[in-house]
């Protein structure tokens, strides 16, 4: 069994990031990039020390390079489908950013795909590995928040500005739906059954034509299989003033979490109805190898060179988090927490969320991939 893992890591902006962790992780022996820039590519290599074979200007040629394990693929999401697919069709255990896929066709490929290589797919998820999130999640696992009643998130972003890469512009949100669903279903322990959502307010016209979405806002509300409780997530990313929140709340019949309104006045606990206290989750660090600790720390968030931190308000140390679990599913044999059919599951609720969205609010099944693939991965 090997001891170390070789790993690629295609598109050098939010990239930049992870290829930085998987260097100083370590269980990972070679690091190898990708971008189409050559600029991009050379200062990233001089930067991180990688050598001239294992920096690509083609995807195509990273994903057959014969001393990679695995690809981790961060490139703008049209992308994401059909590099997903090569590296898996490479034979290499595969992450990806967010979204997994914009299509039901697009994610059962992907999971097919993982299935024949018998290799690890994973949606490289944020939200599910925040300091935030581990911290309510703990709570939930030691059974101090009750009985859940009530999940709420939203993620509420404004995109208009300049800056952002020509093809967010007129995005439908759910498309990008998961960091406010994942934490939504992954409190609750399940999945969705079905979707209702609706639109509101409008986006400039030039936006509306480009993806067919005239939404400025949405809101979904969502069954979730084999719970009485109903989950709503609101999503927004053009044309609406407000700071940038990736945040969600969980009411229990003991103790309910809020997340914050603006960005460092604190989440709120609430333990009775007027007995509160405002806190700050604690770093989570704990299980991660003493080299990758430093992309985890708060106060390490406006180091200029980790730029991509800073996005999304830090992203709550998840980084070093999702590398760490990719490193060690592929060297332990196992599936990551994020599995292909839990990545898929996530992924396709808000896929159906926009379909529901596009039909004025009609109900939207949501196919549920742990029936759809029911066999478990089987490691070539
Ligand atoms: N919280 C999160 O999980 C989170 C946050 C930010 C971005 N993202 C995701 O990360 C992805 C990248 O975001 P970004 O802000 O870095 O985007 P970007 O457009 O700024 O950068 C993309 C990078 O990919 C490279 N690239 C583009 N096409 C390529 C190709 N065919 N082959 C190889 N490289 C290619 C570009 O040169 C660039 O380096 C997006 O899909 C976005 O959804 C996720």
């Given at each position: 069994m090997k001891s170390k893992v070789s790993i690629g890591v295609a598109g050098l902006g939010f990239g930049l990031e992870f290829a930085a962790i998987y260097c100083d992780?370590?269980?990972?022996d070679k690091v190898a990039i990708c971008t189409r820039n050559p600029g991009t590519l050379k200062n990233a290599g001089e930067m991180l020390g990688i050598p001239e074979e294992l920096r690509f200007t083609d995807f195509d040629r990273m994903a057959e390079c014969e001393e990679l394990d695995a690809i981790h693929v961060i490139t703008p999401i049209a992308e994401h489908y059909p590099q997903t697919m090569k590296a898996l069709r490479e034979g290499k255990h595969t992450a990806c950013t967010v979204p997994m896929a914009l299509t039901v066709d697009e994610l059962k490929d992907i999971v097919q795909a993982s299935r024949e290589a018998g290799k690890i797919y994973t949606m490289m998820e944020t939200s599910l590995y925040t300091r935030e999130y581990l911290y309510v999640k703990k709570l939930r696992d030691e059974g101090k928040l009750g009985r859940i009643q009530y999940v709420y998130g939203d993620h509420m972003q404004n995109m208009s500005l300049e800056g952002w890469g020509g093809y967010w512009q007129g995005f439908p949100q759910f498309w990008y739906g998961t960091h406010v669903l994942s934490p939504l279903l992954d409190i609750v322990g399940t999945k969705a059954q079905s979707v209702r959502c609706l639109g509101s307010g409008r986006v400039l016209p030039e936006r509306a034509e480009v993806y067919g979405c005239k939404y400025a806002v949405e809101t979904a509300t969502f069954r979730l299989k084999d719970s009485d409780v109903v989950a709503e997530a609101h999503r927004c990313l053009f044309d609406t003033i407000r700071q940038c929140r990736e945040g969600f709340n969980v009411y229990g019949d003991k103790l309910s979490f809020e997340w914050e309104d603006t960005l460092d006045e604190g989440h709120t606990l609430y333990m009775g109805i007027d007995d509160f206290e405002k806190i700050t989750a604690p770093d989570a660090v704990d299980n991660l190898p003493e080299a990758i600790r430093k992309y985890a720390y708060r106060e390490n968030l406006k180091d200029p060179n980790q730029?991509?931190?800073?996005?999304?308000?830090?992203?709550?140390?998840s980084h070093p988090q999702l590398c760490h679990e990719f490193v060690r599913a592929i060297l332990e044999k196992r599936e990551p927490y994020m599995s292909a059919t839990r990545s898929a599951n996530y992924t396709v609720a808000g896929i159906c969320a926009q379909e529901s969205a596009f039909k004025d609010g009609e109900e939207v099944p949501v196919p549920d991939f742990d029936e759809l693939f029911p066999e478990p991965l089987e490691f070539c």
């Open positions: 992780h370590p269980d990972v730029p991509s931190c800073i996005q999304g308000m830090g992203h709550g140390g």
